[in-house]
Each structure stands twice: as C-alpha cells, then as structure tokens.
Nanobody, 120 residues
C-alpha cells in the first residue's frame, strides 16, 4: 500500500510564504508525475502545479512566478514553495502521484490534504 502525507499548511498573511511537503511511502518501484492540487470551499479540486520524473514542471497561470514545484526522487518527496501568497490561494492543498508498483502496475494516489489559509 502506498501513502502520500502532506505537511506545511498554515495560516499566513497576504504576501507571505509557505513551503508544502509531500512524502510518499510504501511499496514503490518508482514515481511518475507528481502534482499539487487545491480545493477552495464550495469549488472543485484544480491542478496547481505538476512535475515529471525528469523535473519538467508546469503551473496554472494564477500561480506562475509565485509558486515553485520541486521533487527529490531519492526521497520520494515533492515540494511546493509558495511566495507572495494571496487570499485567493486559500484552500486545502492535495498531493497527487502516479506510483509504479511493478513493471506493469501503476496507481494514482492522493494525500489527505493540508490547509493553507491566507488572511490578515
């Protein structure tokens, strides 16, 4: 069984910074794409940023220039550095990964979420 555990969510003032971390554990052969999604109250869950196993990253337009996604393949971890935070960034942030269990089996795994609140 594979688990993703996020950490780093907090209450921060507008303009502040936070770094989210996500650790994958379990029977993992390798991890393909990893990503961060967010879900604000009453809204759907949307992709914020994603990173391939080779390090190629993409971002939703609203966070470009403010957020940076990175990963440590040796530790099976993915990070989201969030700068210049805005109230509209307030949401539960979820980690997502495509985990290869065997040469023929890949599963999509979600974390439990971590709350980011941007407010003065």
């Amino acid at each position: 069984q594979v688990q993703l555990v996020e950490s780093g969510g907090d209450l921060v003032q507008p303009g502040g910074s936070l770094r989210l971390s996500c650790a994958a554990s379990g029977s993992i052969l390798s991890i393909n794409d990893m990503g961060w999604y967010r879900q604000a109250p009453g809204k759907q869950r949307d992709l914020v940023a994603a990173i391939s196993s080779g390090g190629g990253a993409n971002y939703v337009d609203s966070v470009k220039g403010r957020f940076t996604i990175s990963r440590d393949n040796a530790k099976n971890m993915v990070y989201l550095q969030m700068n210049s935070l805005k109230p509209e960034d307030t949401a539960v942030y979820y980690c997502n990964a495509g985990v290869r269990l065997t040469s023929r089996a890949t599963v999509e795994v979600w974390g439990q979420g971590t709350l980011v609140t941007v407010s003065s």
